[in-house]
């Protein structure tokens, strides 16, 4: 299984990004994705999910601001980022639980900053 996730980099507050997720290994149209993020000194959190059915679920943080979407041709993941704030920088990973194992990809770093 692998996880290769882009599109991270540095905005201003209030800017946009997205960030994308190619899977390989997996039937991924089966397989709920999720993104995680981790800034420094704290602990990794679930951000945002989204179901093989694409029922989604986020975390109260970025409820109204980020959307994760997938498109099962492309076996990818995103997630839209508008009304970033300084304290969503952070590393962002995506992830996905096969079989009782979890995956992850590399991370991509989201700094948002004047």
């Known amino acids: 299984v692998q996880l290769q996730a882009s599109g991270g980099g540095l905005v201003q507050p209030g800017g946009s990004l997205r960030l994308s997720c190619k899977a390989s290994?997996?039937?991924?149209?089966?397989?709920?994705m999720r993104w995680y993020r981790q800034a420094p000194g704290k602990q990794r959190e679930l951000v945002a999910m989204?179901?093989?059915?694409?029922?989604?679920n986020y975390t109260d943080s970025v409820k109204g601001r980020f959307t994760i979407s997938r498109d099962n041709v492309r076996r990818t993941v995103f997630l839209q980022m508008n009304s970033l704030q300084p304290e969503d920088t952070a590393v962002y990973y995506c992830?996905?639980?096969?079989?009782?194992?979890?995956?992850w990809g590399r991370g991509t770093q989201v700094t948002v900053s004047s």
């Open positions: 290994g997996i039937n991924f149209s089966i397989n709920t």
């Open positions: 992830n996905v639980d096969r079989l009782g194992t979890d995956y």
């Open positions: 989204i179901s093989s059915t694409s029922t989604t």
